[in-house]
Nanobody
Framework: QVQLVESGGGLVQAGGSLRLSCAASGRTFSNYIMGWFRQTPSKRVFVAAI???????YYADSIEGRFTISRDNAKNTMYLQMNSLKPEDTAVYYC??????????????????WGQGTQVTVSS
């Protein structure tokens, strides 16, 4: 059974940093793509960043240059280093995984497994 557990969220002032972690278990994820999504207070879910096992990454325009996604395949763990945080980054952050694809990867509906989410709140 696949399980994804996020950690690292919290309250931070604007300009600060947080590092999120997503520990995956239940299978080997080397042939999966892993991603971070965020659910805003309006309840909409947006992609933040995606990582492929070979090292390729994708970032939403709103976070590129401030956030860095990475993964450790040996540990089945994914990270999101968030710097220069802004109040508009406030959201529940979820990690998600699915089998390898190279298109439509920003669509949350195509992901099979999700974590429980971790709250990130950025105060102004």
């Amino acid at each position: 059974q696949v399980q994804l557990v996020e950690s690292g969220g919290g309250l931070v002032q604007a300009g600060g940093s947080l590092r999120l972690s997503c520990a995956a278990s239940g299978r080997t994820f080397s042939n999966y793509i892993m991603g971070w999504f965020r659910q805003t207070p309006s309840k909409r879910v947006f992609v933040a960043a995606i990582t492929w096992s070979g090292g390729n990454t994708y970032y939403a325009d709103s976070i590129e240059g401030r956030f860095t996604i990475s993964r450790d395949n040996a540990k089945n763990t994914m990270y999101l280093q968030m710097n220069s945080l802004k109040p508009e980054d406030t959201a529940v952050y979820y990690c998600a995984v699915r089998g390898l694809i190279y298109n439509n990867y920003a669509n949350p509906d195509v992901y099979d497994y999700w974590g429980q989410g971790t709250q990130v709140t950025v105060s102004s």
